[in-house]
């Protein structure tokens, strides 16, 4: 049977020789996929946290509150404040796109929140009992005021939520310390009453033992996935191999030798595995070697290699099976290759590989679940982001494996129901 088995692989090696121009492209093609995405990905990074984003600033108040605005905006480093426009002249820029937002403060703001604040402290004071002001606790509250917000219509809901959240934040730290500055002026006293908040956020990231915590980049996102895209892309080649020895006659004199038909499938297994392996081992070196030298994060697989290796042998399976089961059903190469790629890619968008699966609607969750580059994607993100061992990752790969697994039944069951016929 070993013999068998070894001669199978050696047909599949003969078969893959006859095609240099696909082998480049099976190993080539991946490798100029990740370094493009990494390098586009990477800079866009640094140009977000090296740019500071245009926004026009109107203050009509001119006081301490719109000032305080002003300069919360300024040392976040993310806006660059334009003044010299006028209500009217912003409005139009925003909506013309080309502001993505512009801030009016309105007249009076800080005068008015102050006489706020102090008709209600004056109300709480009194009704303890204790002696207040009685014209200012008797005044008539101010009117709303209200913080002109316009956005170009083109910017997405995040950020025009990020932008009201950060200045309600800033009206409501202003606020607060003047409630506590009317309440020492009410009760008389000169100790300064302590505003620090008692609640702070503070960010737990996993660490290695040893190391220090580990911070998710480009690279440890993009190496994984355009790896499991590269492992599972060997579905075009596999499937044309299988349509080629059926047009070929190939397939006949396999059936009538006395090797049974799983020995050949067991053969192509193992000699895609190594292709499987052999990708990955080069998306490697590139995030390990190359990346650095393109002013790129390093690759870290430091104690992770053979966990990373054992995932994407698993991957491989699953990307086989299923190359075996499209190259039985389809006849010609017509149909393998195109229904393949575009197989491949729609396993790619739905698990994950372009678009993080949170980022998609609750219905599509659901259908990324079911996806084997979803399963393989999770499996390598929790060994390298969150320092998963094996029987951590085991459901994965057992999903992986139980993919191949029906894929190549049902291909073995298809051919023998079609050669019965």
Not at 40 to 53: A, C, H, P, V, Y
Not at 352 to 381: C, H, R
Request: charged share 20%.
């Amino acid at each position: 049977m070993l013999y068998k088995l070894w001669r199978s692989f050696i047909k599949e090696i003969l078969l893959l020789k006859r095609d240099i121009g696909g082998i480049v492209i099976i190993f080539l093609m991946p490798l100029l996929l990740i370094i493009t995405i990494t390098l586009i990905q990477d800079s866009t990074f640094k140009n977000l946290e090296g740019t500071r984003i245009p926004v026009i600033f109107i203050d009509n108040d001119r006081s301490e509150v719109s000032e305080s605005i002003k300069a919360n905006l300024t040392n976040a480093k993310t806006f660059s404040l334009l003044t010299d426009f006028s209500e009217k002249e912003a409005e139009k820029a925003v909506f013309a796109g080309k502001y993505q937002l512009a801030i009016v403060i309105p007249k009076n703001l800080t005068s008015d929140l102050n006489q706020n604040i102090d008709a209600k402290v004056q109300s709480i004071v009194s009704s303890f009992g204790l002696e207040t002001d009685a014209a200012n606790s008797k005044k008539e509250l101010p009117k709303t005021k209200e913080i002109h917000l316009y956005f170009d219509p083109a910017t997405n809901t995040s950020f025009k939520n990020s932008v009201t959240d950060g200045i309600n934040k800033m009206i409501f730290g202003i606020e607060n310390k003047k409630i506590y500055t009317a309440f020492q002026d009410q009760l008389g006293t000169t100790e300064a009453l302590d505003n620090k908040s008692l609640i702070t956020f503070k960010e737990i990231k996993p660490v290695t033992e040893g190391k220090k915590e580990i911070l998710p980049n480009s690279v440890q996102h993009n190496v994984p996935a355009w790896a499991l895209f590269a492992i599972f892309f060997i579905v075009v080649p596999l499937s044309i191999n299988l349509v080629k020895e059926k047009s070929q006659g190939t397939s006949v004199r396999i059936r009538v030798s006395p090797t049974p038909y799983y020995i050949h499938i067991l053969g192509k297994t193992f000699t895609y595995i190594i292709i499987c392996m052999i990708q990955f081992l080069l998306m490697v070196a590139v995030g390990i070697y190359l990346f650095p030298y393109m002013d790129l994060p390093q690759f870290d697989v430091t104690g992770k290699m053979f966990h990373l290796l054992v995932v994407t042998f698993f991957a491989g399976l699953a990307a086989i099976g299923f190359g075996i089961l499209l190259g039985t059903i389809a006849d010609t190469q017509e149909q393998s290759a195109p229904f393949g790629a575009t197989s491949v890619v729609v396993l790619a968008a739905i698990g994950g590989i372009w678009v993080p699966v949170f980022l998609m609607p609750e219905f599509m969750q659901k259908i990324a679940a079911f996806s084997p580059m979803n399963w393989g994607l999770n499996a390598y993100y929790d060994i390298i982001l969150r320092n998963a061992g094996l029987s951590q990752i085991a459901p994965k790969l057992i999903f992986l494996l139980v993919f191949y697994i029906v894929m190549v039944v049902i291909s073995l069951l298809y051919d023998r129901k079609k050669n019965e016929v």
